[in-house]
């Protein structure tokens, strides 16, 4: 059985890592390229860096990024923001990141995917997906939580890996910054129709929300933001305790399974 994987998350504004409640009520947690180190020492297994206010005049910025972390760190990471063109992929790939994530982008042109995917490879580019509960289903919402689609989340996640995802970060926006657990319904639903990993992302709080995500809820990786930056979760701490209870973690340390 392949590993599980933990995932912090650093989502960036003009320059420092910032984490609210839901997308709003955002707060400083630090510096990203120290974030990254402090990660990367830590026994994080991956990174994910998101530029919540990327634009296209911000693009040389996150380039920066990632020129900057991949000199720090030996783990690989994804970049995502304000990533509209196969330019920008290559640009972003060229200056040290290991995979791109697209949203809006990709709702607003699903062709961004395959394109992505054909010129460098389906391990690239990750669909990042935020979802909001509306009844019994889940709609897709862009530009970084303000407008909402009527996207069928697991019909657009199907329809990504069909155009070339080769991984998909899902974020619940009901429960992401509230640490009240991850929503396994809807991780469940895309893990078990999904032929690719899923990110679970939103809600984590107690090392038993990790657990239960990764293993009720079928997710490849967890990934999570202010219970690592403000120390109320240790990656060590967390790969022991999901390592006790059967689940297969690499150590803390490097690269072996423990």
């Not at 995917?117 to 935020?130: K, N, P």
């Not at 991850?182 to 038993?208: E, K, M, N, Y």
Request: some cysteine.
């Amino acid at each position: 059985m392949l590993a599980k994987r933990i995932i912090p998350c650093l989502d960036v504004k003009e320059g420092q890592v910032v984490k609210g409640i839901r997308f709003r009520e955002l707060r400083r947690a630090g510096d990203p390229v120290a974030l990254a180190r402090f990660y990367d020492q830590e026994g994080a297994d991956e990174l994910v860096f998101l530029d919540i206010t990327a634009s296209a005049e911000k693009r040389e910025l996150v380039a920066d990024l990632a020129e900057k972390v991949a000199k720090e760190i030996f783990i690989p990471f994804t970049i995502g923001g304000g990533i509209r063109s196969v330019q920008d992929i290559r640009f972003i790939l060229r200056r040290g990141a290991d995979k791109v994530s697209l949203n809006t982008a990709a709702v607003l042109n699903p062709d961004l995917i395959r394109a992505g995917a054909e010129e460098f490879g389906s391990q690239c580019i990750v669909l990042a997906m935020d979802v909001v509960r509306t009844g019994g289903t889940w709609k897709v919402v862009i530009y970084g939580g303000k407008k909402r689609t009527e996207l069928d989340a697991l019909e657009w996640a199907q329809r990504a890996v069909e155009l070339g995802a080769g991984e998909i970060l899902l974020t619940s926006m009901d429960a992401d910054g509230t640490r009240n657990g991850f929503d396994l319904q809807i991780t469940r639903r895309i893990s078990g129709s999904a032929p690719v990993p899923v990110i679970a992302s939103g809600g984590g709080g107690t090392l038993r929300h990790f657990y239960e995500v990764l293993t009720e809820g079928g997710a490849d990786a967890a990934l999570a933001a202010s219970v690592f930056h403000f120390g109320n979760i240790r990656i060590g701490e967390l790969k022991k305790y999901l390592f006790e209870r059967g689940v297969p973690v690499r150590r803390a340390s490097n690269e072996t399974e423990i």
